[in-house]
């Protein structure tokens, strides 16, 4: 046995919006959304359900066969726009999860965060012997930052609501977690994000009128022209020397587990690593959830029976800033 993930669970809130009513809020035709963007519907969260209250509920669902008291550490990986602003929701999460012993902190790196989270727990295990459960639990909320009226950004449509978890243990009968690979480049750190309510410009009536606490892109054709020659490129590179670090290569894959994007992005991945879309799993029922969807995709694959033992699996990110990040899990698929 290895460090690897025992449990996945997956919340999502039943609100709904389709492509159809996606395609009268952007402008965009609803077969463009479906055909381009990969996107016949999401899940929306409405106001009674917070990015925390998400990844409790699939946090519960994780740990629904343990003694919450036997989890040592709890870590969220999910999306920054939570709850409050400059508030931790891991103690949140701790405390409703009834996981008392366990101490609660918080991982952020936008959309890439689930493969580096894993690393993070794997390693934490590794070295340390009275850590024996980890739980790696996520929430998002993101489709609430989106603002249709910004042509710079309502392209984000994407943007999904959900919870996310995955239990790691230091004996697990499931899977094993092998090896990372991270790839950072700083360059794109100015290009996405919410302009207002941190303290560069901290929130007011004016940044309020002006729509300033939405997701925004700053020049969306410059960032284009600087991403497209290197995405997809980062994105094999990082899945590559994870499965080189590994002992494998991409033919050996199984099953590659990616965040939500266009298409033709999602294509092109595939193609670069020479795999089929039945080697993949494709959120075009979910849209993008921000650091979740590699573990929700990992969630179904284990829903429908898609890893047997001794395949390989990778999950793969990118997030704003811009890092890409890759992570080898072995499947074992034992019983108890």
């Known amino acids: 046995m290895g460090i690897g993930i025992e449990t996945t669970g997956a919340f999502f809130p039943p609100g709904i919006e389709t492509a159809s009513e996606l395609a009268l809020k952007t402008g965009i035709p609803e077969q ?14 409405d106001e009674s359900m917070q990015a ?3 990844a409790v509920a699939a946090g519960s669902q994780a740990i629904k066969h343990y003694d919450p008291q036997s989890i040592d550490v709890v870590i969220y990986f999910g ?5 409050y602003y400059v508030w931790s929701s891991a103690p949140k999460i701790q405390h409703e999860l ?10 952020m790196n936008v959309s890439s965060c689930f493969p580096i989270a894993l690393k993070v727990a ?18 998002c909320k993101e489709s609430q930052i989106v603002d249709y009226s910004n042509p710079r950004s309502r392209f984000m449509f994407n943007f999904a609501d959900g919870g996310a978890a995955a ?8 899977s094993e977690i092998l090896e990372s690979a991270i790839l950072t480049d700083g360059s794109f750190h100015d290009d996405v994000r919410v302009p207002a309510g941190g303290s560069k410009h901290f929130a007011c009536a004016e940044t309020v009128e002006k729509h300033l606490h939405y997701i925004d892109v700053k020049d969306p054709l410059s960032m284009k022209e600087r991403l497209d020659p290197v995405s997809i490129s980062n994105f094999d590179h990082v899945i590559r020397k994870a499965l080189h670090k590994s002992g494998y290569t991409p033919q050996d894959i199984k099953l590659l587990l990616p965040l939500h994007t266009k298409r033709s992005m999602f294509k092109e991945l595939l193609q670069s690593l020479g795999l089929s879309e039945e080697k993949a799993i494709y959120l075009d029922h979910h849209g993008h959830m921000s650091a979740l969807d590699p573990c929700i995709g990992l969630h179904f694959a284990k829903e429908q029976g898609l890893l047997n ?24 698929g034992e019983k108890k």
């Open 52 to 54: 925390s209250d998400l």
């Open 122 to 139: 794997k390693d934490m295990i590794a070295s340390d012997q009275s850590i024996q459960n980890i739980l790696l639990v996520g929430g």
């Open 309 to 332: 033992p001794g395949d390989i699996a990778v999950v793969v990110s990118a997030g704003t800033g811009y890092t890409w990040a890759a992570t080898v899990v072995k499947w074992k």
């Open 98 to 107: 009834g996981a008392k012993n366990a101490y609660a902190f918080e991982m």
């Open 32 to 45: 463009v959304i479906i055909e381009k963007f990969g996107l016949f519907q999401k899940h929306v969260a």
């Open 79 to 83: 999306s920054p726009h939570k709850d």
């Open 167 to 174: 239990l790691i243990t230091r004996d697990s009968f499931q």
